[in-house]
């Protein structure tokens, strides 16, 4: 048993000066008696822990450098310490099963997924894994099967970036159709332009650039089979009552076509009218964290400030940065786009509901005690002093000063 004493708390609808008490993991008393062991919180804040939905950023504990890989078990181990020390208690890792070799190949995604498993017991924080599947890559179906057996069930999230790749040279990537329509204009291989287009992808799969080309075609000649596969991936995630979304939505049709199959969260859609399709469906929309951190896409979509503000963005992810989810919150208020316990929902309530995790994501009698305590003066940014989750300490962190 703990209680946190002298808090500022963050409840499901106002900020109180309170007590929190946790038994065997779970919130059991607000505003109680101190009780069992006391922790002393005057200063700080005291908030339900984030939710990280889409985090991708372990791939350079995993690949430090272009081409120079890590051992796994060490990777994981690292990255779930950030995970603490950043507030995070809940991550999902956006694992890619995609078609290339390299940092991005099924056996990789495969493999870490299975020392995330076999690690669990050494792991500070909880790591899920979202399968960021590409739908040309038919080589994940077996993995992606597997996977939806683990003991923590995974989401899956619906990514396309072959035919973003093979978009007509003229098409802003924001501008593209729906991917599977016949209007979907398409980029000649040939074309000396492909090769600037895909050389950073070349490079992170060890390929050449004529090689990754000549891979890509081969691919690209799939497009037929494609809405099988994605029907496919459907099903089984449904059958096993995962989370879908989709990825990088440019068209209300789009977002339809995947709602249609019981993908209902909107996954950093790039345009207006893929965000308000979403918002009238009733679809979970999340942006990334370090858009709102920085202060816009750093490629041109959508802003995310933009749309807190507009209420078209139910969580923010860490996306590539870890970091950036707390800062997000920081750079959000400082520009008034919503009060702070509005702001803080989009890093724990609005995540818990969009991965249907019911039992976490607020801090409320029966809820799992998944706590972060923060340190954030008036005339600074944010920083987190403590995580728990399901009330045990992941993270403590005490101040020189």
Same mark, same amino acid.
């Given at each position: ?7 500022q708390?963050y409840?499901?609808?106002?900020i109180a000066?309170?007590t929190?008490t946790?038994?065997d993991g779970?919130?059991?008393?607000i ?7 006391v922790?002393?919180a ?11 939905v ?8 995993l ?27 809940t ?12 940092? *991005? ?10 020392a ?9 924080v909880?790591? &899920?894994v ?19 057996k ?5 989401? +899956? ?9 093979m978009?007509?040279?003229?098409v802003?990537?924001?501008? *593209?159709?729906?991917e ?11 074309d000396?332009?492909m090769?600037? *287009?895909t050389?950073?992808?070349a ?10 080309i ?5 691919v690209? =000649?799939r ?5 099988d ?6 099903? #089984?995630? *449904?059958?096993?009552?995962?989370p879908?979304?989709?990825?990088? =939505?440019?068209?209300?049709e ?10 209902? +969260?909107?996954?950093?859609? #790039? +345009? ?6 979403? &918002? ?9 964290a370090?858009?709102a ?8 979509? /959508? ?6 503000e ?7 992810a860490? =996306?590539?940065?870890y970091p950036?989810?707390l800062?997000?919150?920081?750079k959000?208020?400082?520009?008034r786009?919503?009060d702070? /316990? ?17 039992? &976490? ?16 003066p ?5 920083s +987190? ?10 993270y ?6």
């Amino acid at each position: 048993m703990i209680t946190f004493e002298g808090a500022q708390v963050y409840l499901p609808n106002e900020i109180a000066d309170t007590t929190v008490t946790v038994i065997d993991g779970q919130i059991a008393e607000i505003g109680g008696p101190a009780r069992g062991d006391v922790i002393d919180a005057r200063g700080l804040i005291l908030a339900p822990a984030l939710i990280d939905v889409h985090g991708d950023a372990f791939e350079r504990q995993l690949m430090p450098r272009p081409g120079v890989f890590f051992p796994t078990e060490t990777a994981v181990i690292d990255t779930d310490r950030q995970l603490a020390t950043n507030g995070i208690a809940t991550a999902y890792h956006a694992i890619t099963l995609g078609w290339e070799p390299g940092l *991005r190949d099924v056996t990789r995604g495969r493999d870490l997924m299975q020392a995330i498993r076999d690690l669990a017991p050494r792991l500070t924080v909880e790591n &899920r894994v979202q399968l960021r599947w590409e739908t040309y890559a038919f080589e994940a179906l077996d993995v992606i099967e597997w996977a939806l057996k683990g003991a923590l069930l995974p989401s +899956v999230a619906f990514n396309d970036h072959t035919s973003m790749t093979m978009r007509a040279y003229d098409v802003p990537i924001q501008d *593209r159709a729906f991917e599977l329509s016949p209007d979907f204009s398409i980029a000649s291989l040939d074309d000396a332009r492909m090769k600037k *287009r895909t050389a950073s992808k070349a490079h992170r799969a060890g390929l050449s650039e004529a090689d990754y080309i000549a891979l890509l075609g081969r691919v690209w =000649d799939r497009r037929g089979e494609v809405p099988d596969a994605i029907a496919n991936v459907a099903r #089984m995630a *449904r059958d096993a009552g995962a989370p879908m979304l989709s990825h990088d =939505d440019t068209r209300a049709e789009t977002r339809a076509y995947f709602r249609s199959l019981g993908a209902k +969260v909107a996954e950093f859609p #790039m +345009v207006m009218d893929a965000a308000k399709a979403a &918002r009238a469906g009733g679809d979970p929309i999340i942006f990334g964290a370090p858009n709102a951190a920085r202060g816009g896409s750093h490629i041109g979509s /959508l802003g995310a400030g933009d749309m807190v503000e507009a209420g078209l963005c139910d969580a923010l992810a860490s =996306d590539y940065f870890y970091p950036a989810m707390l800062a997000a919150i920081a750079k959000l208020e400082a520009e008034r786009r919503a009060d702070r /316990l509005a702001l803080w929902r989009l890093v724990s309530t609005g995540p818990a509901r969009a991965m249907n995790l019911q039992d &976490r994501g607020e801090i409320a009698v029966g809820k799992r005690a998944d706590l972060v305590l923060v340190n954030w003066p008036d005339t600074s940014v944010p920083s +987190v002093q403590g995580t728990w989750v399901a009330g045990r300490c992941a993270y403590r962190g005490v101040p020189a000063g």
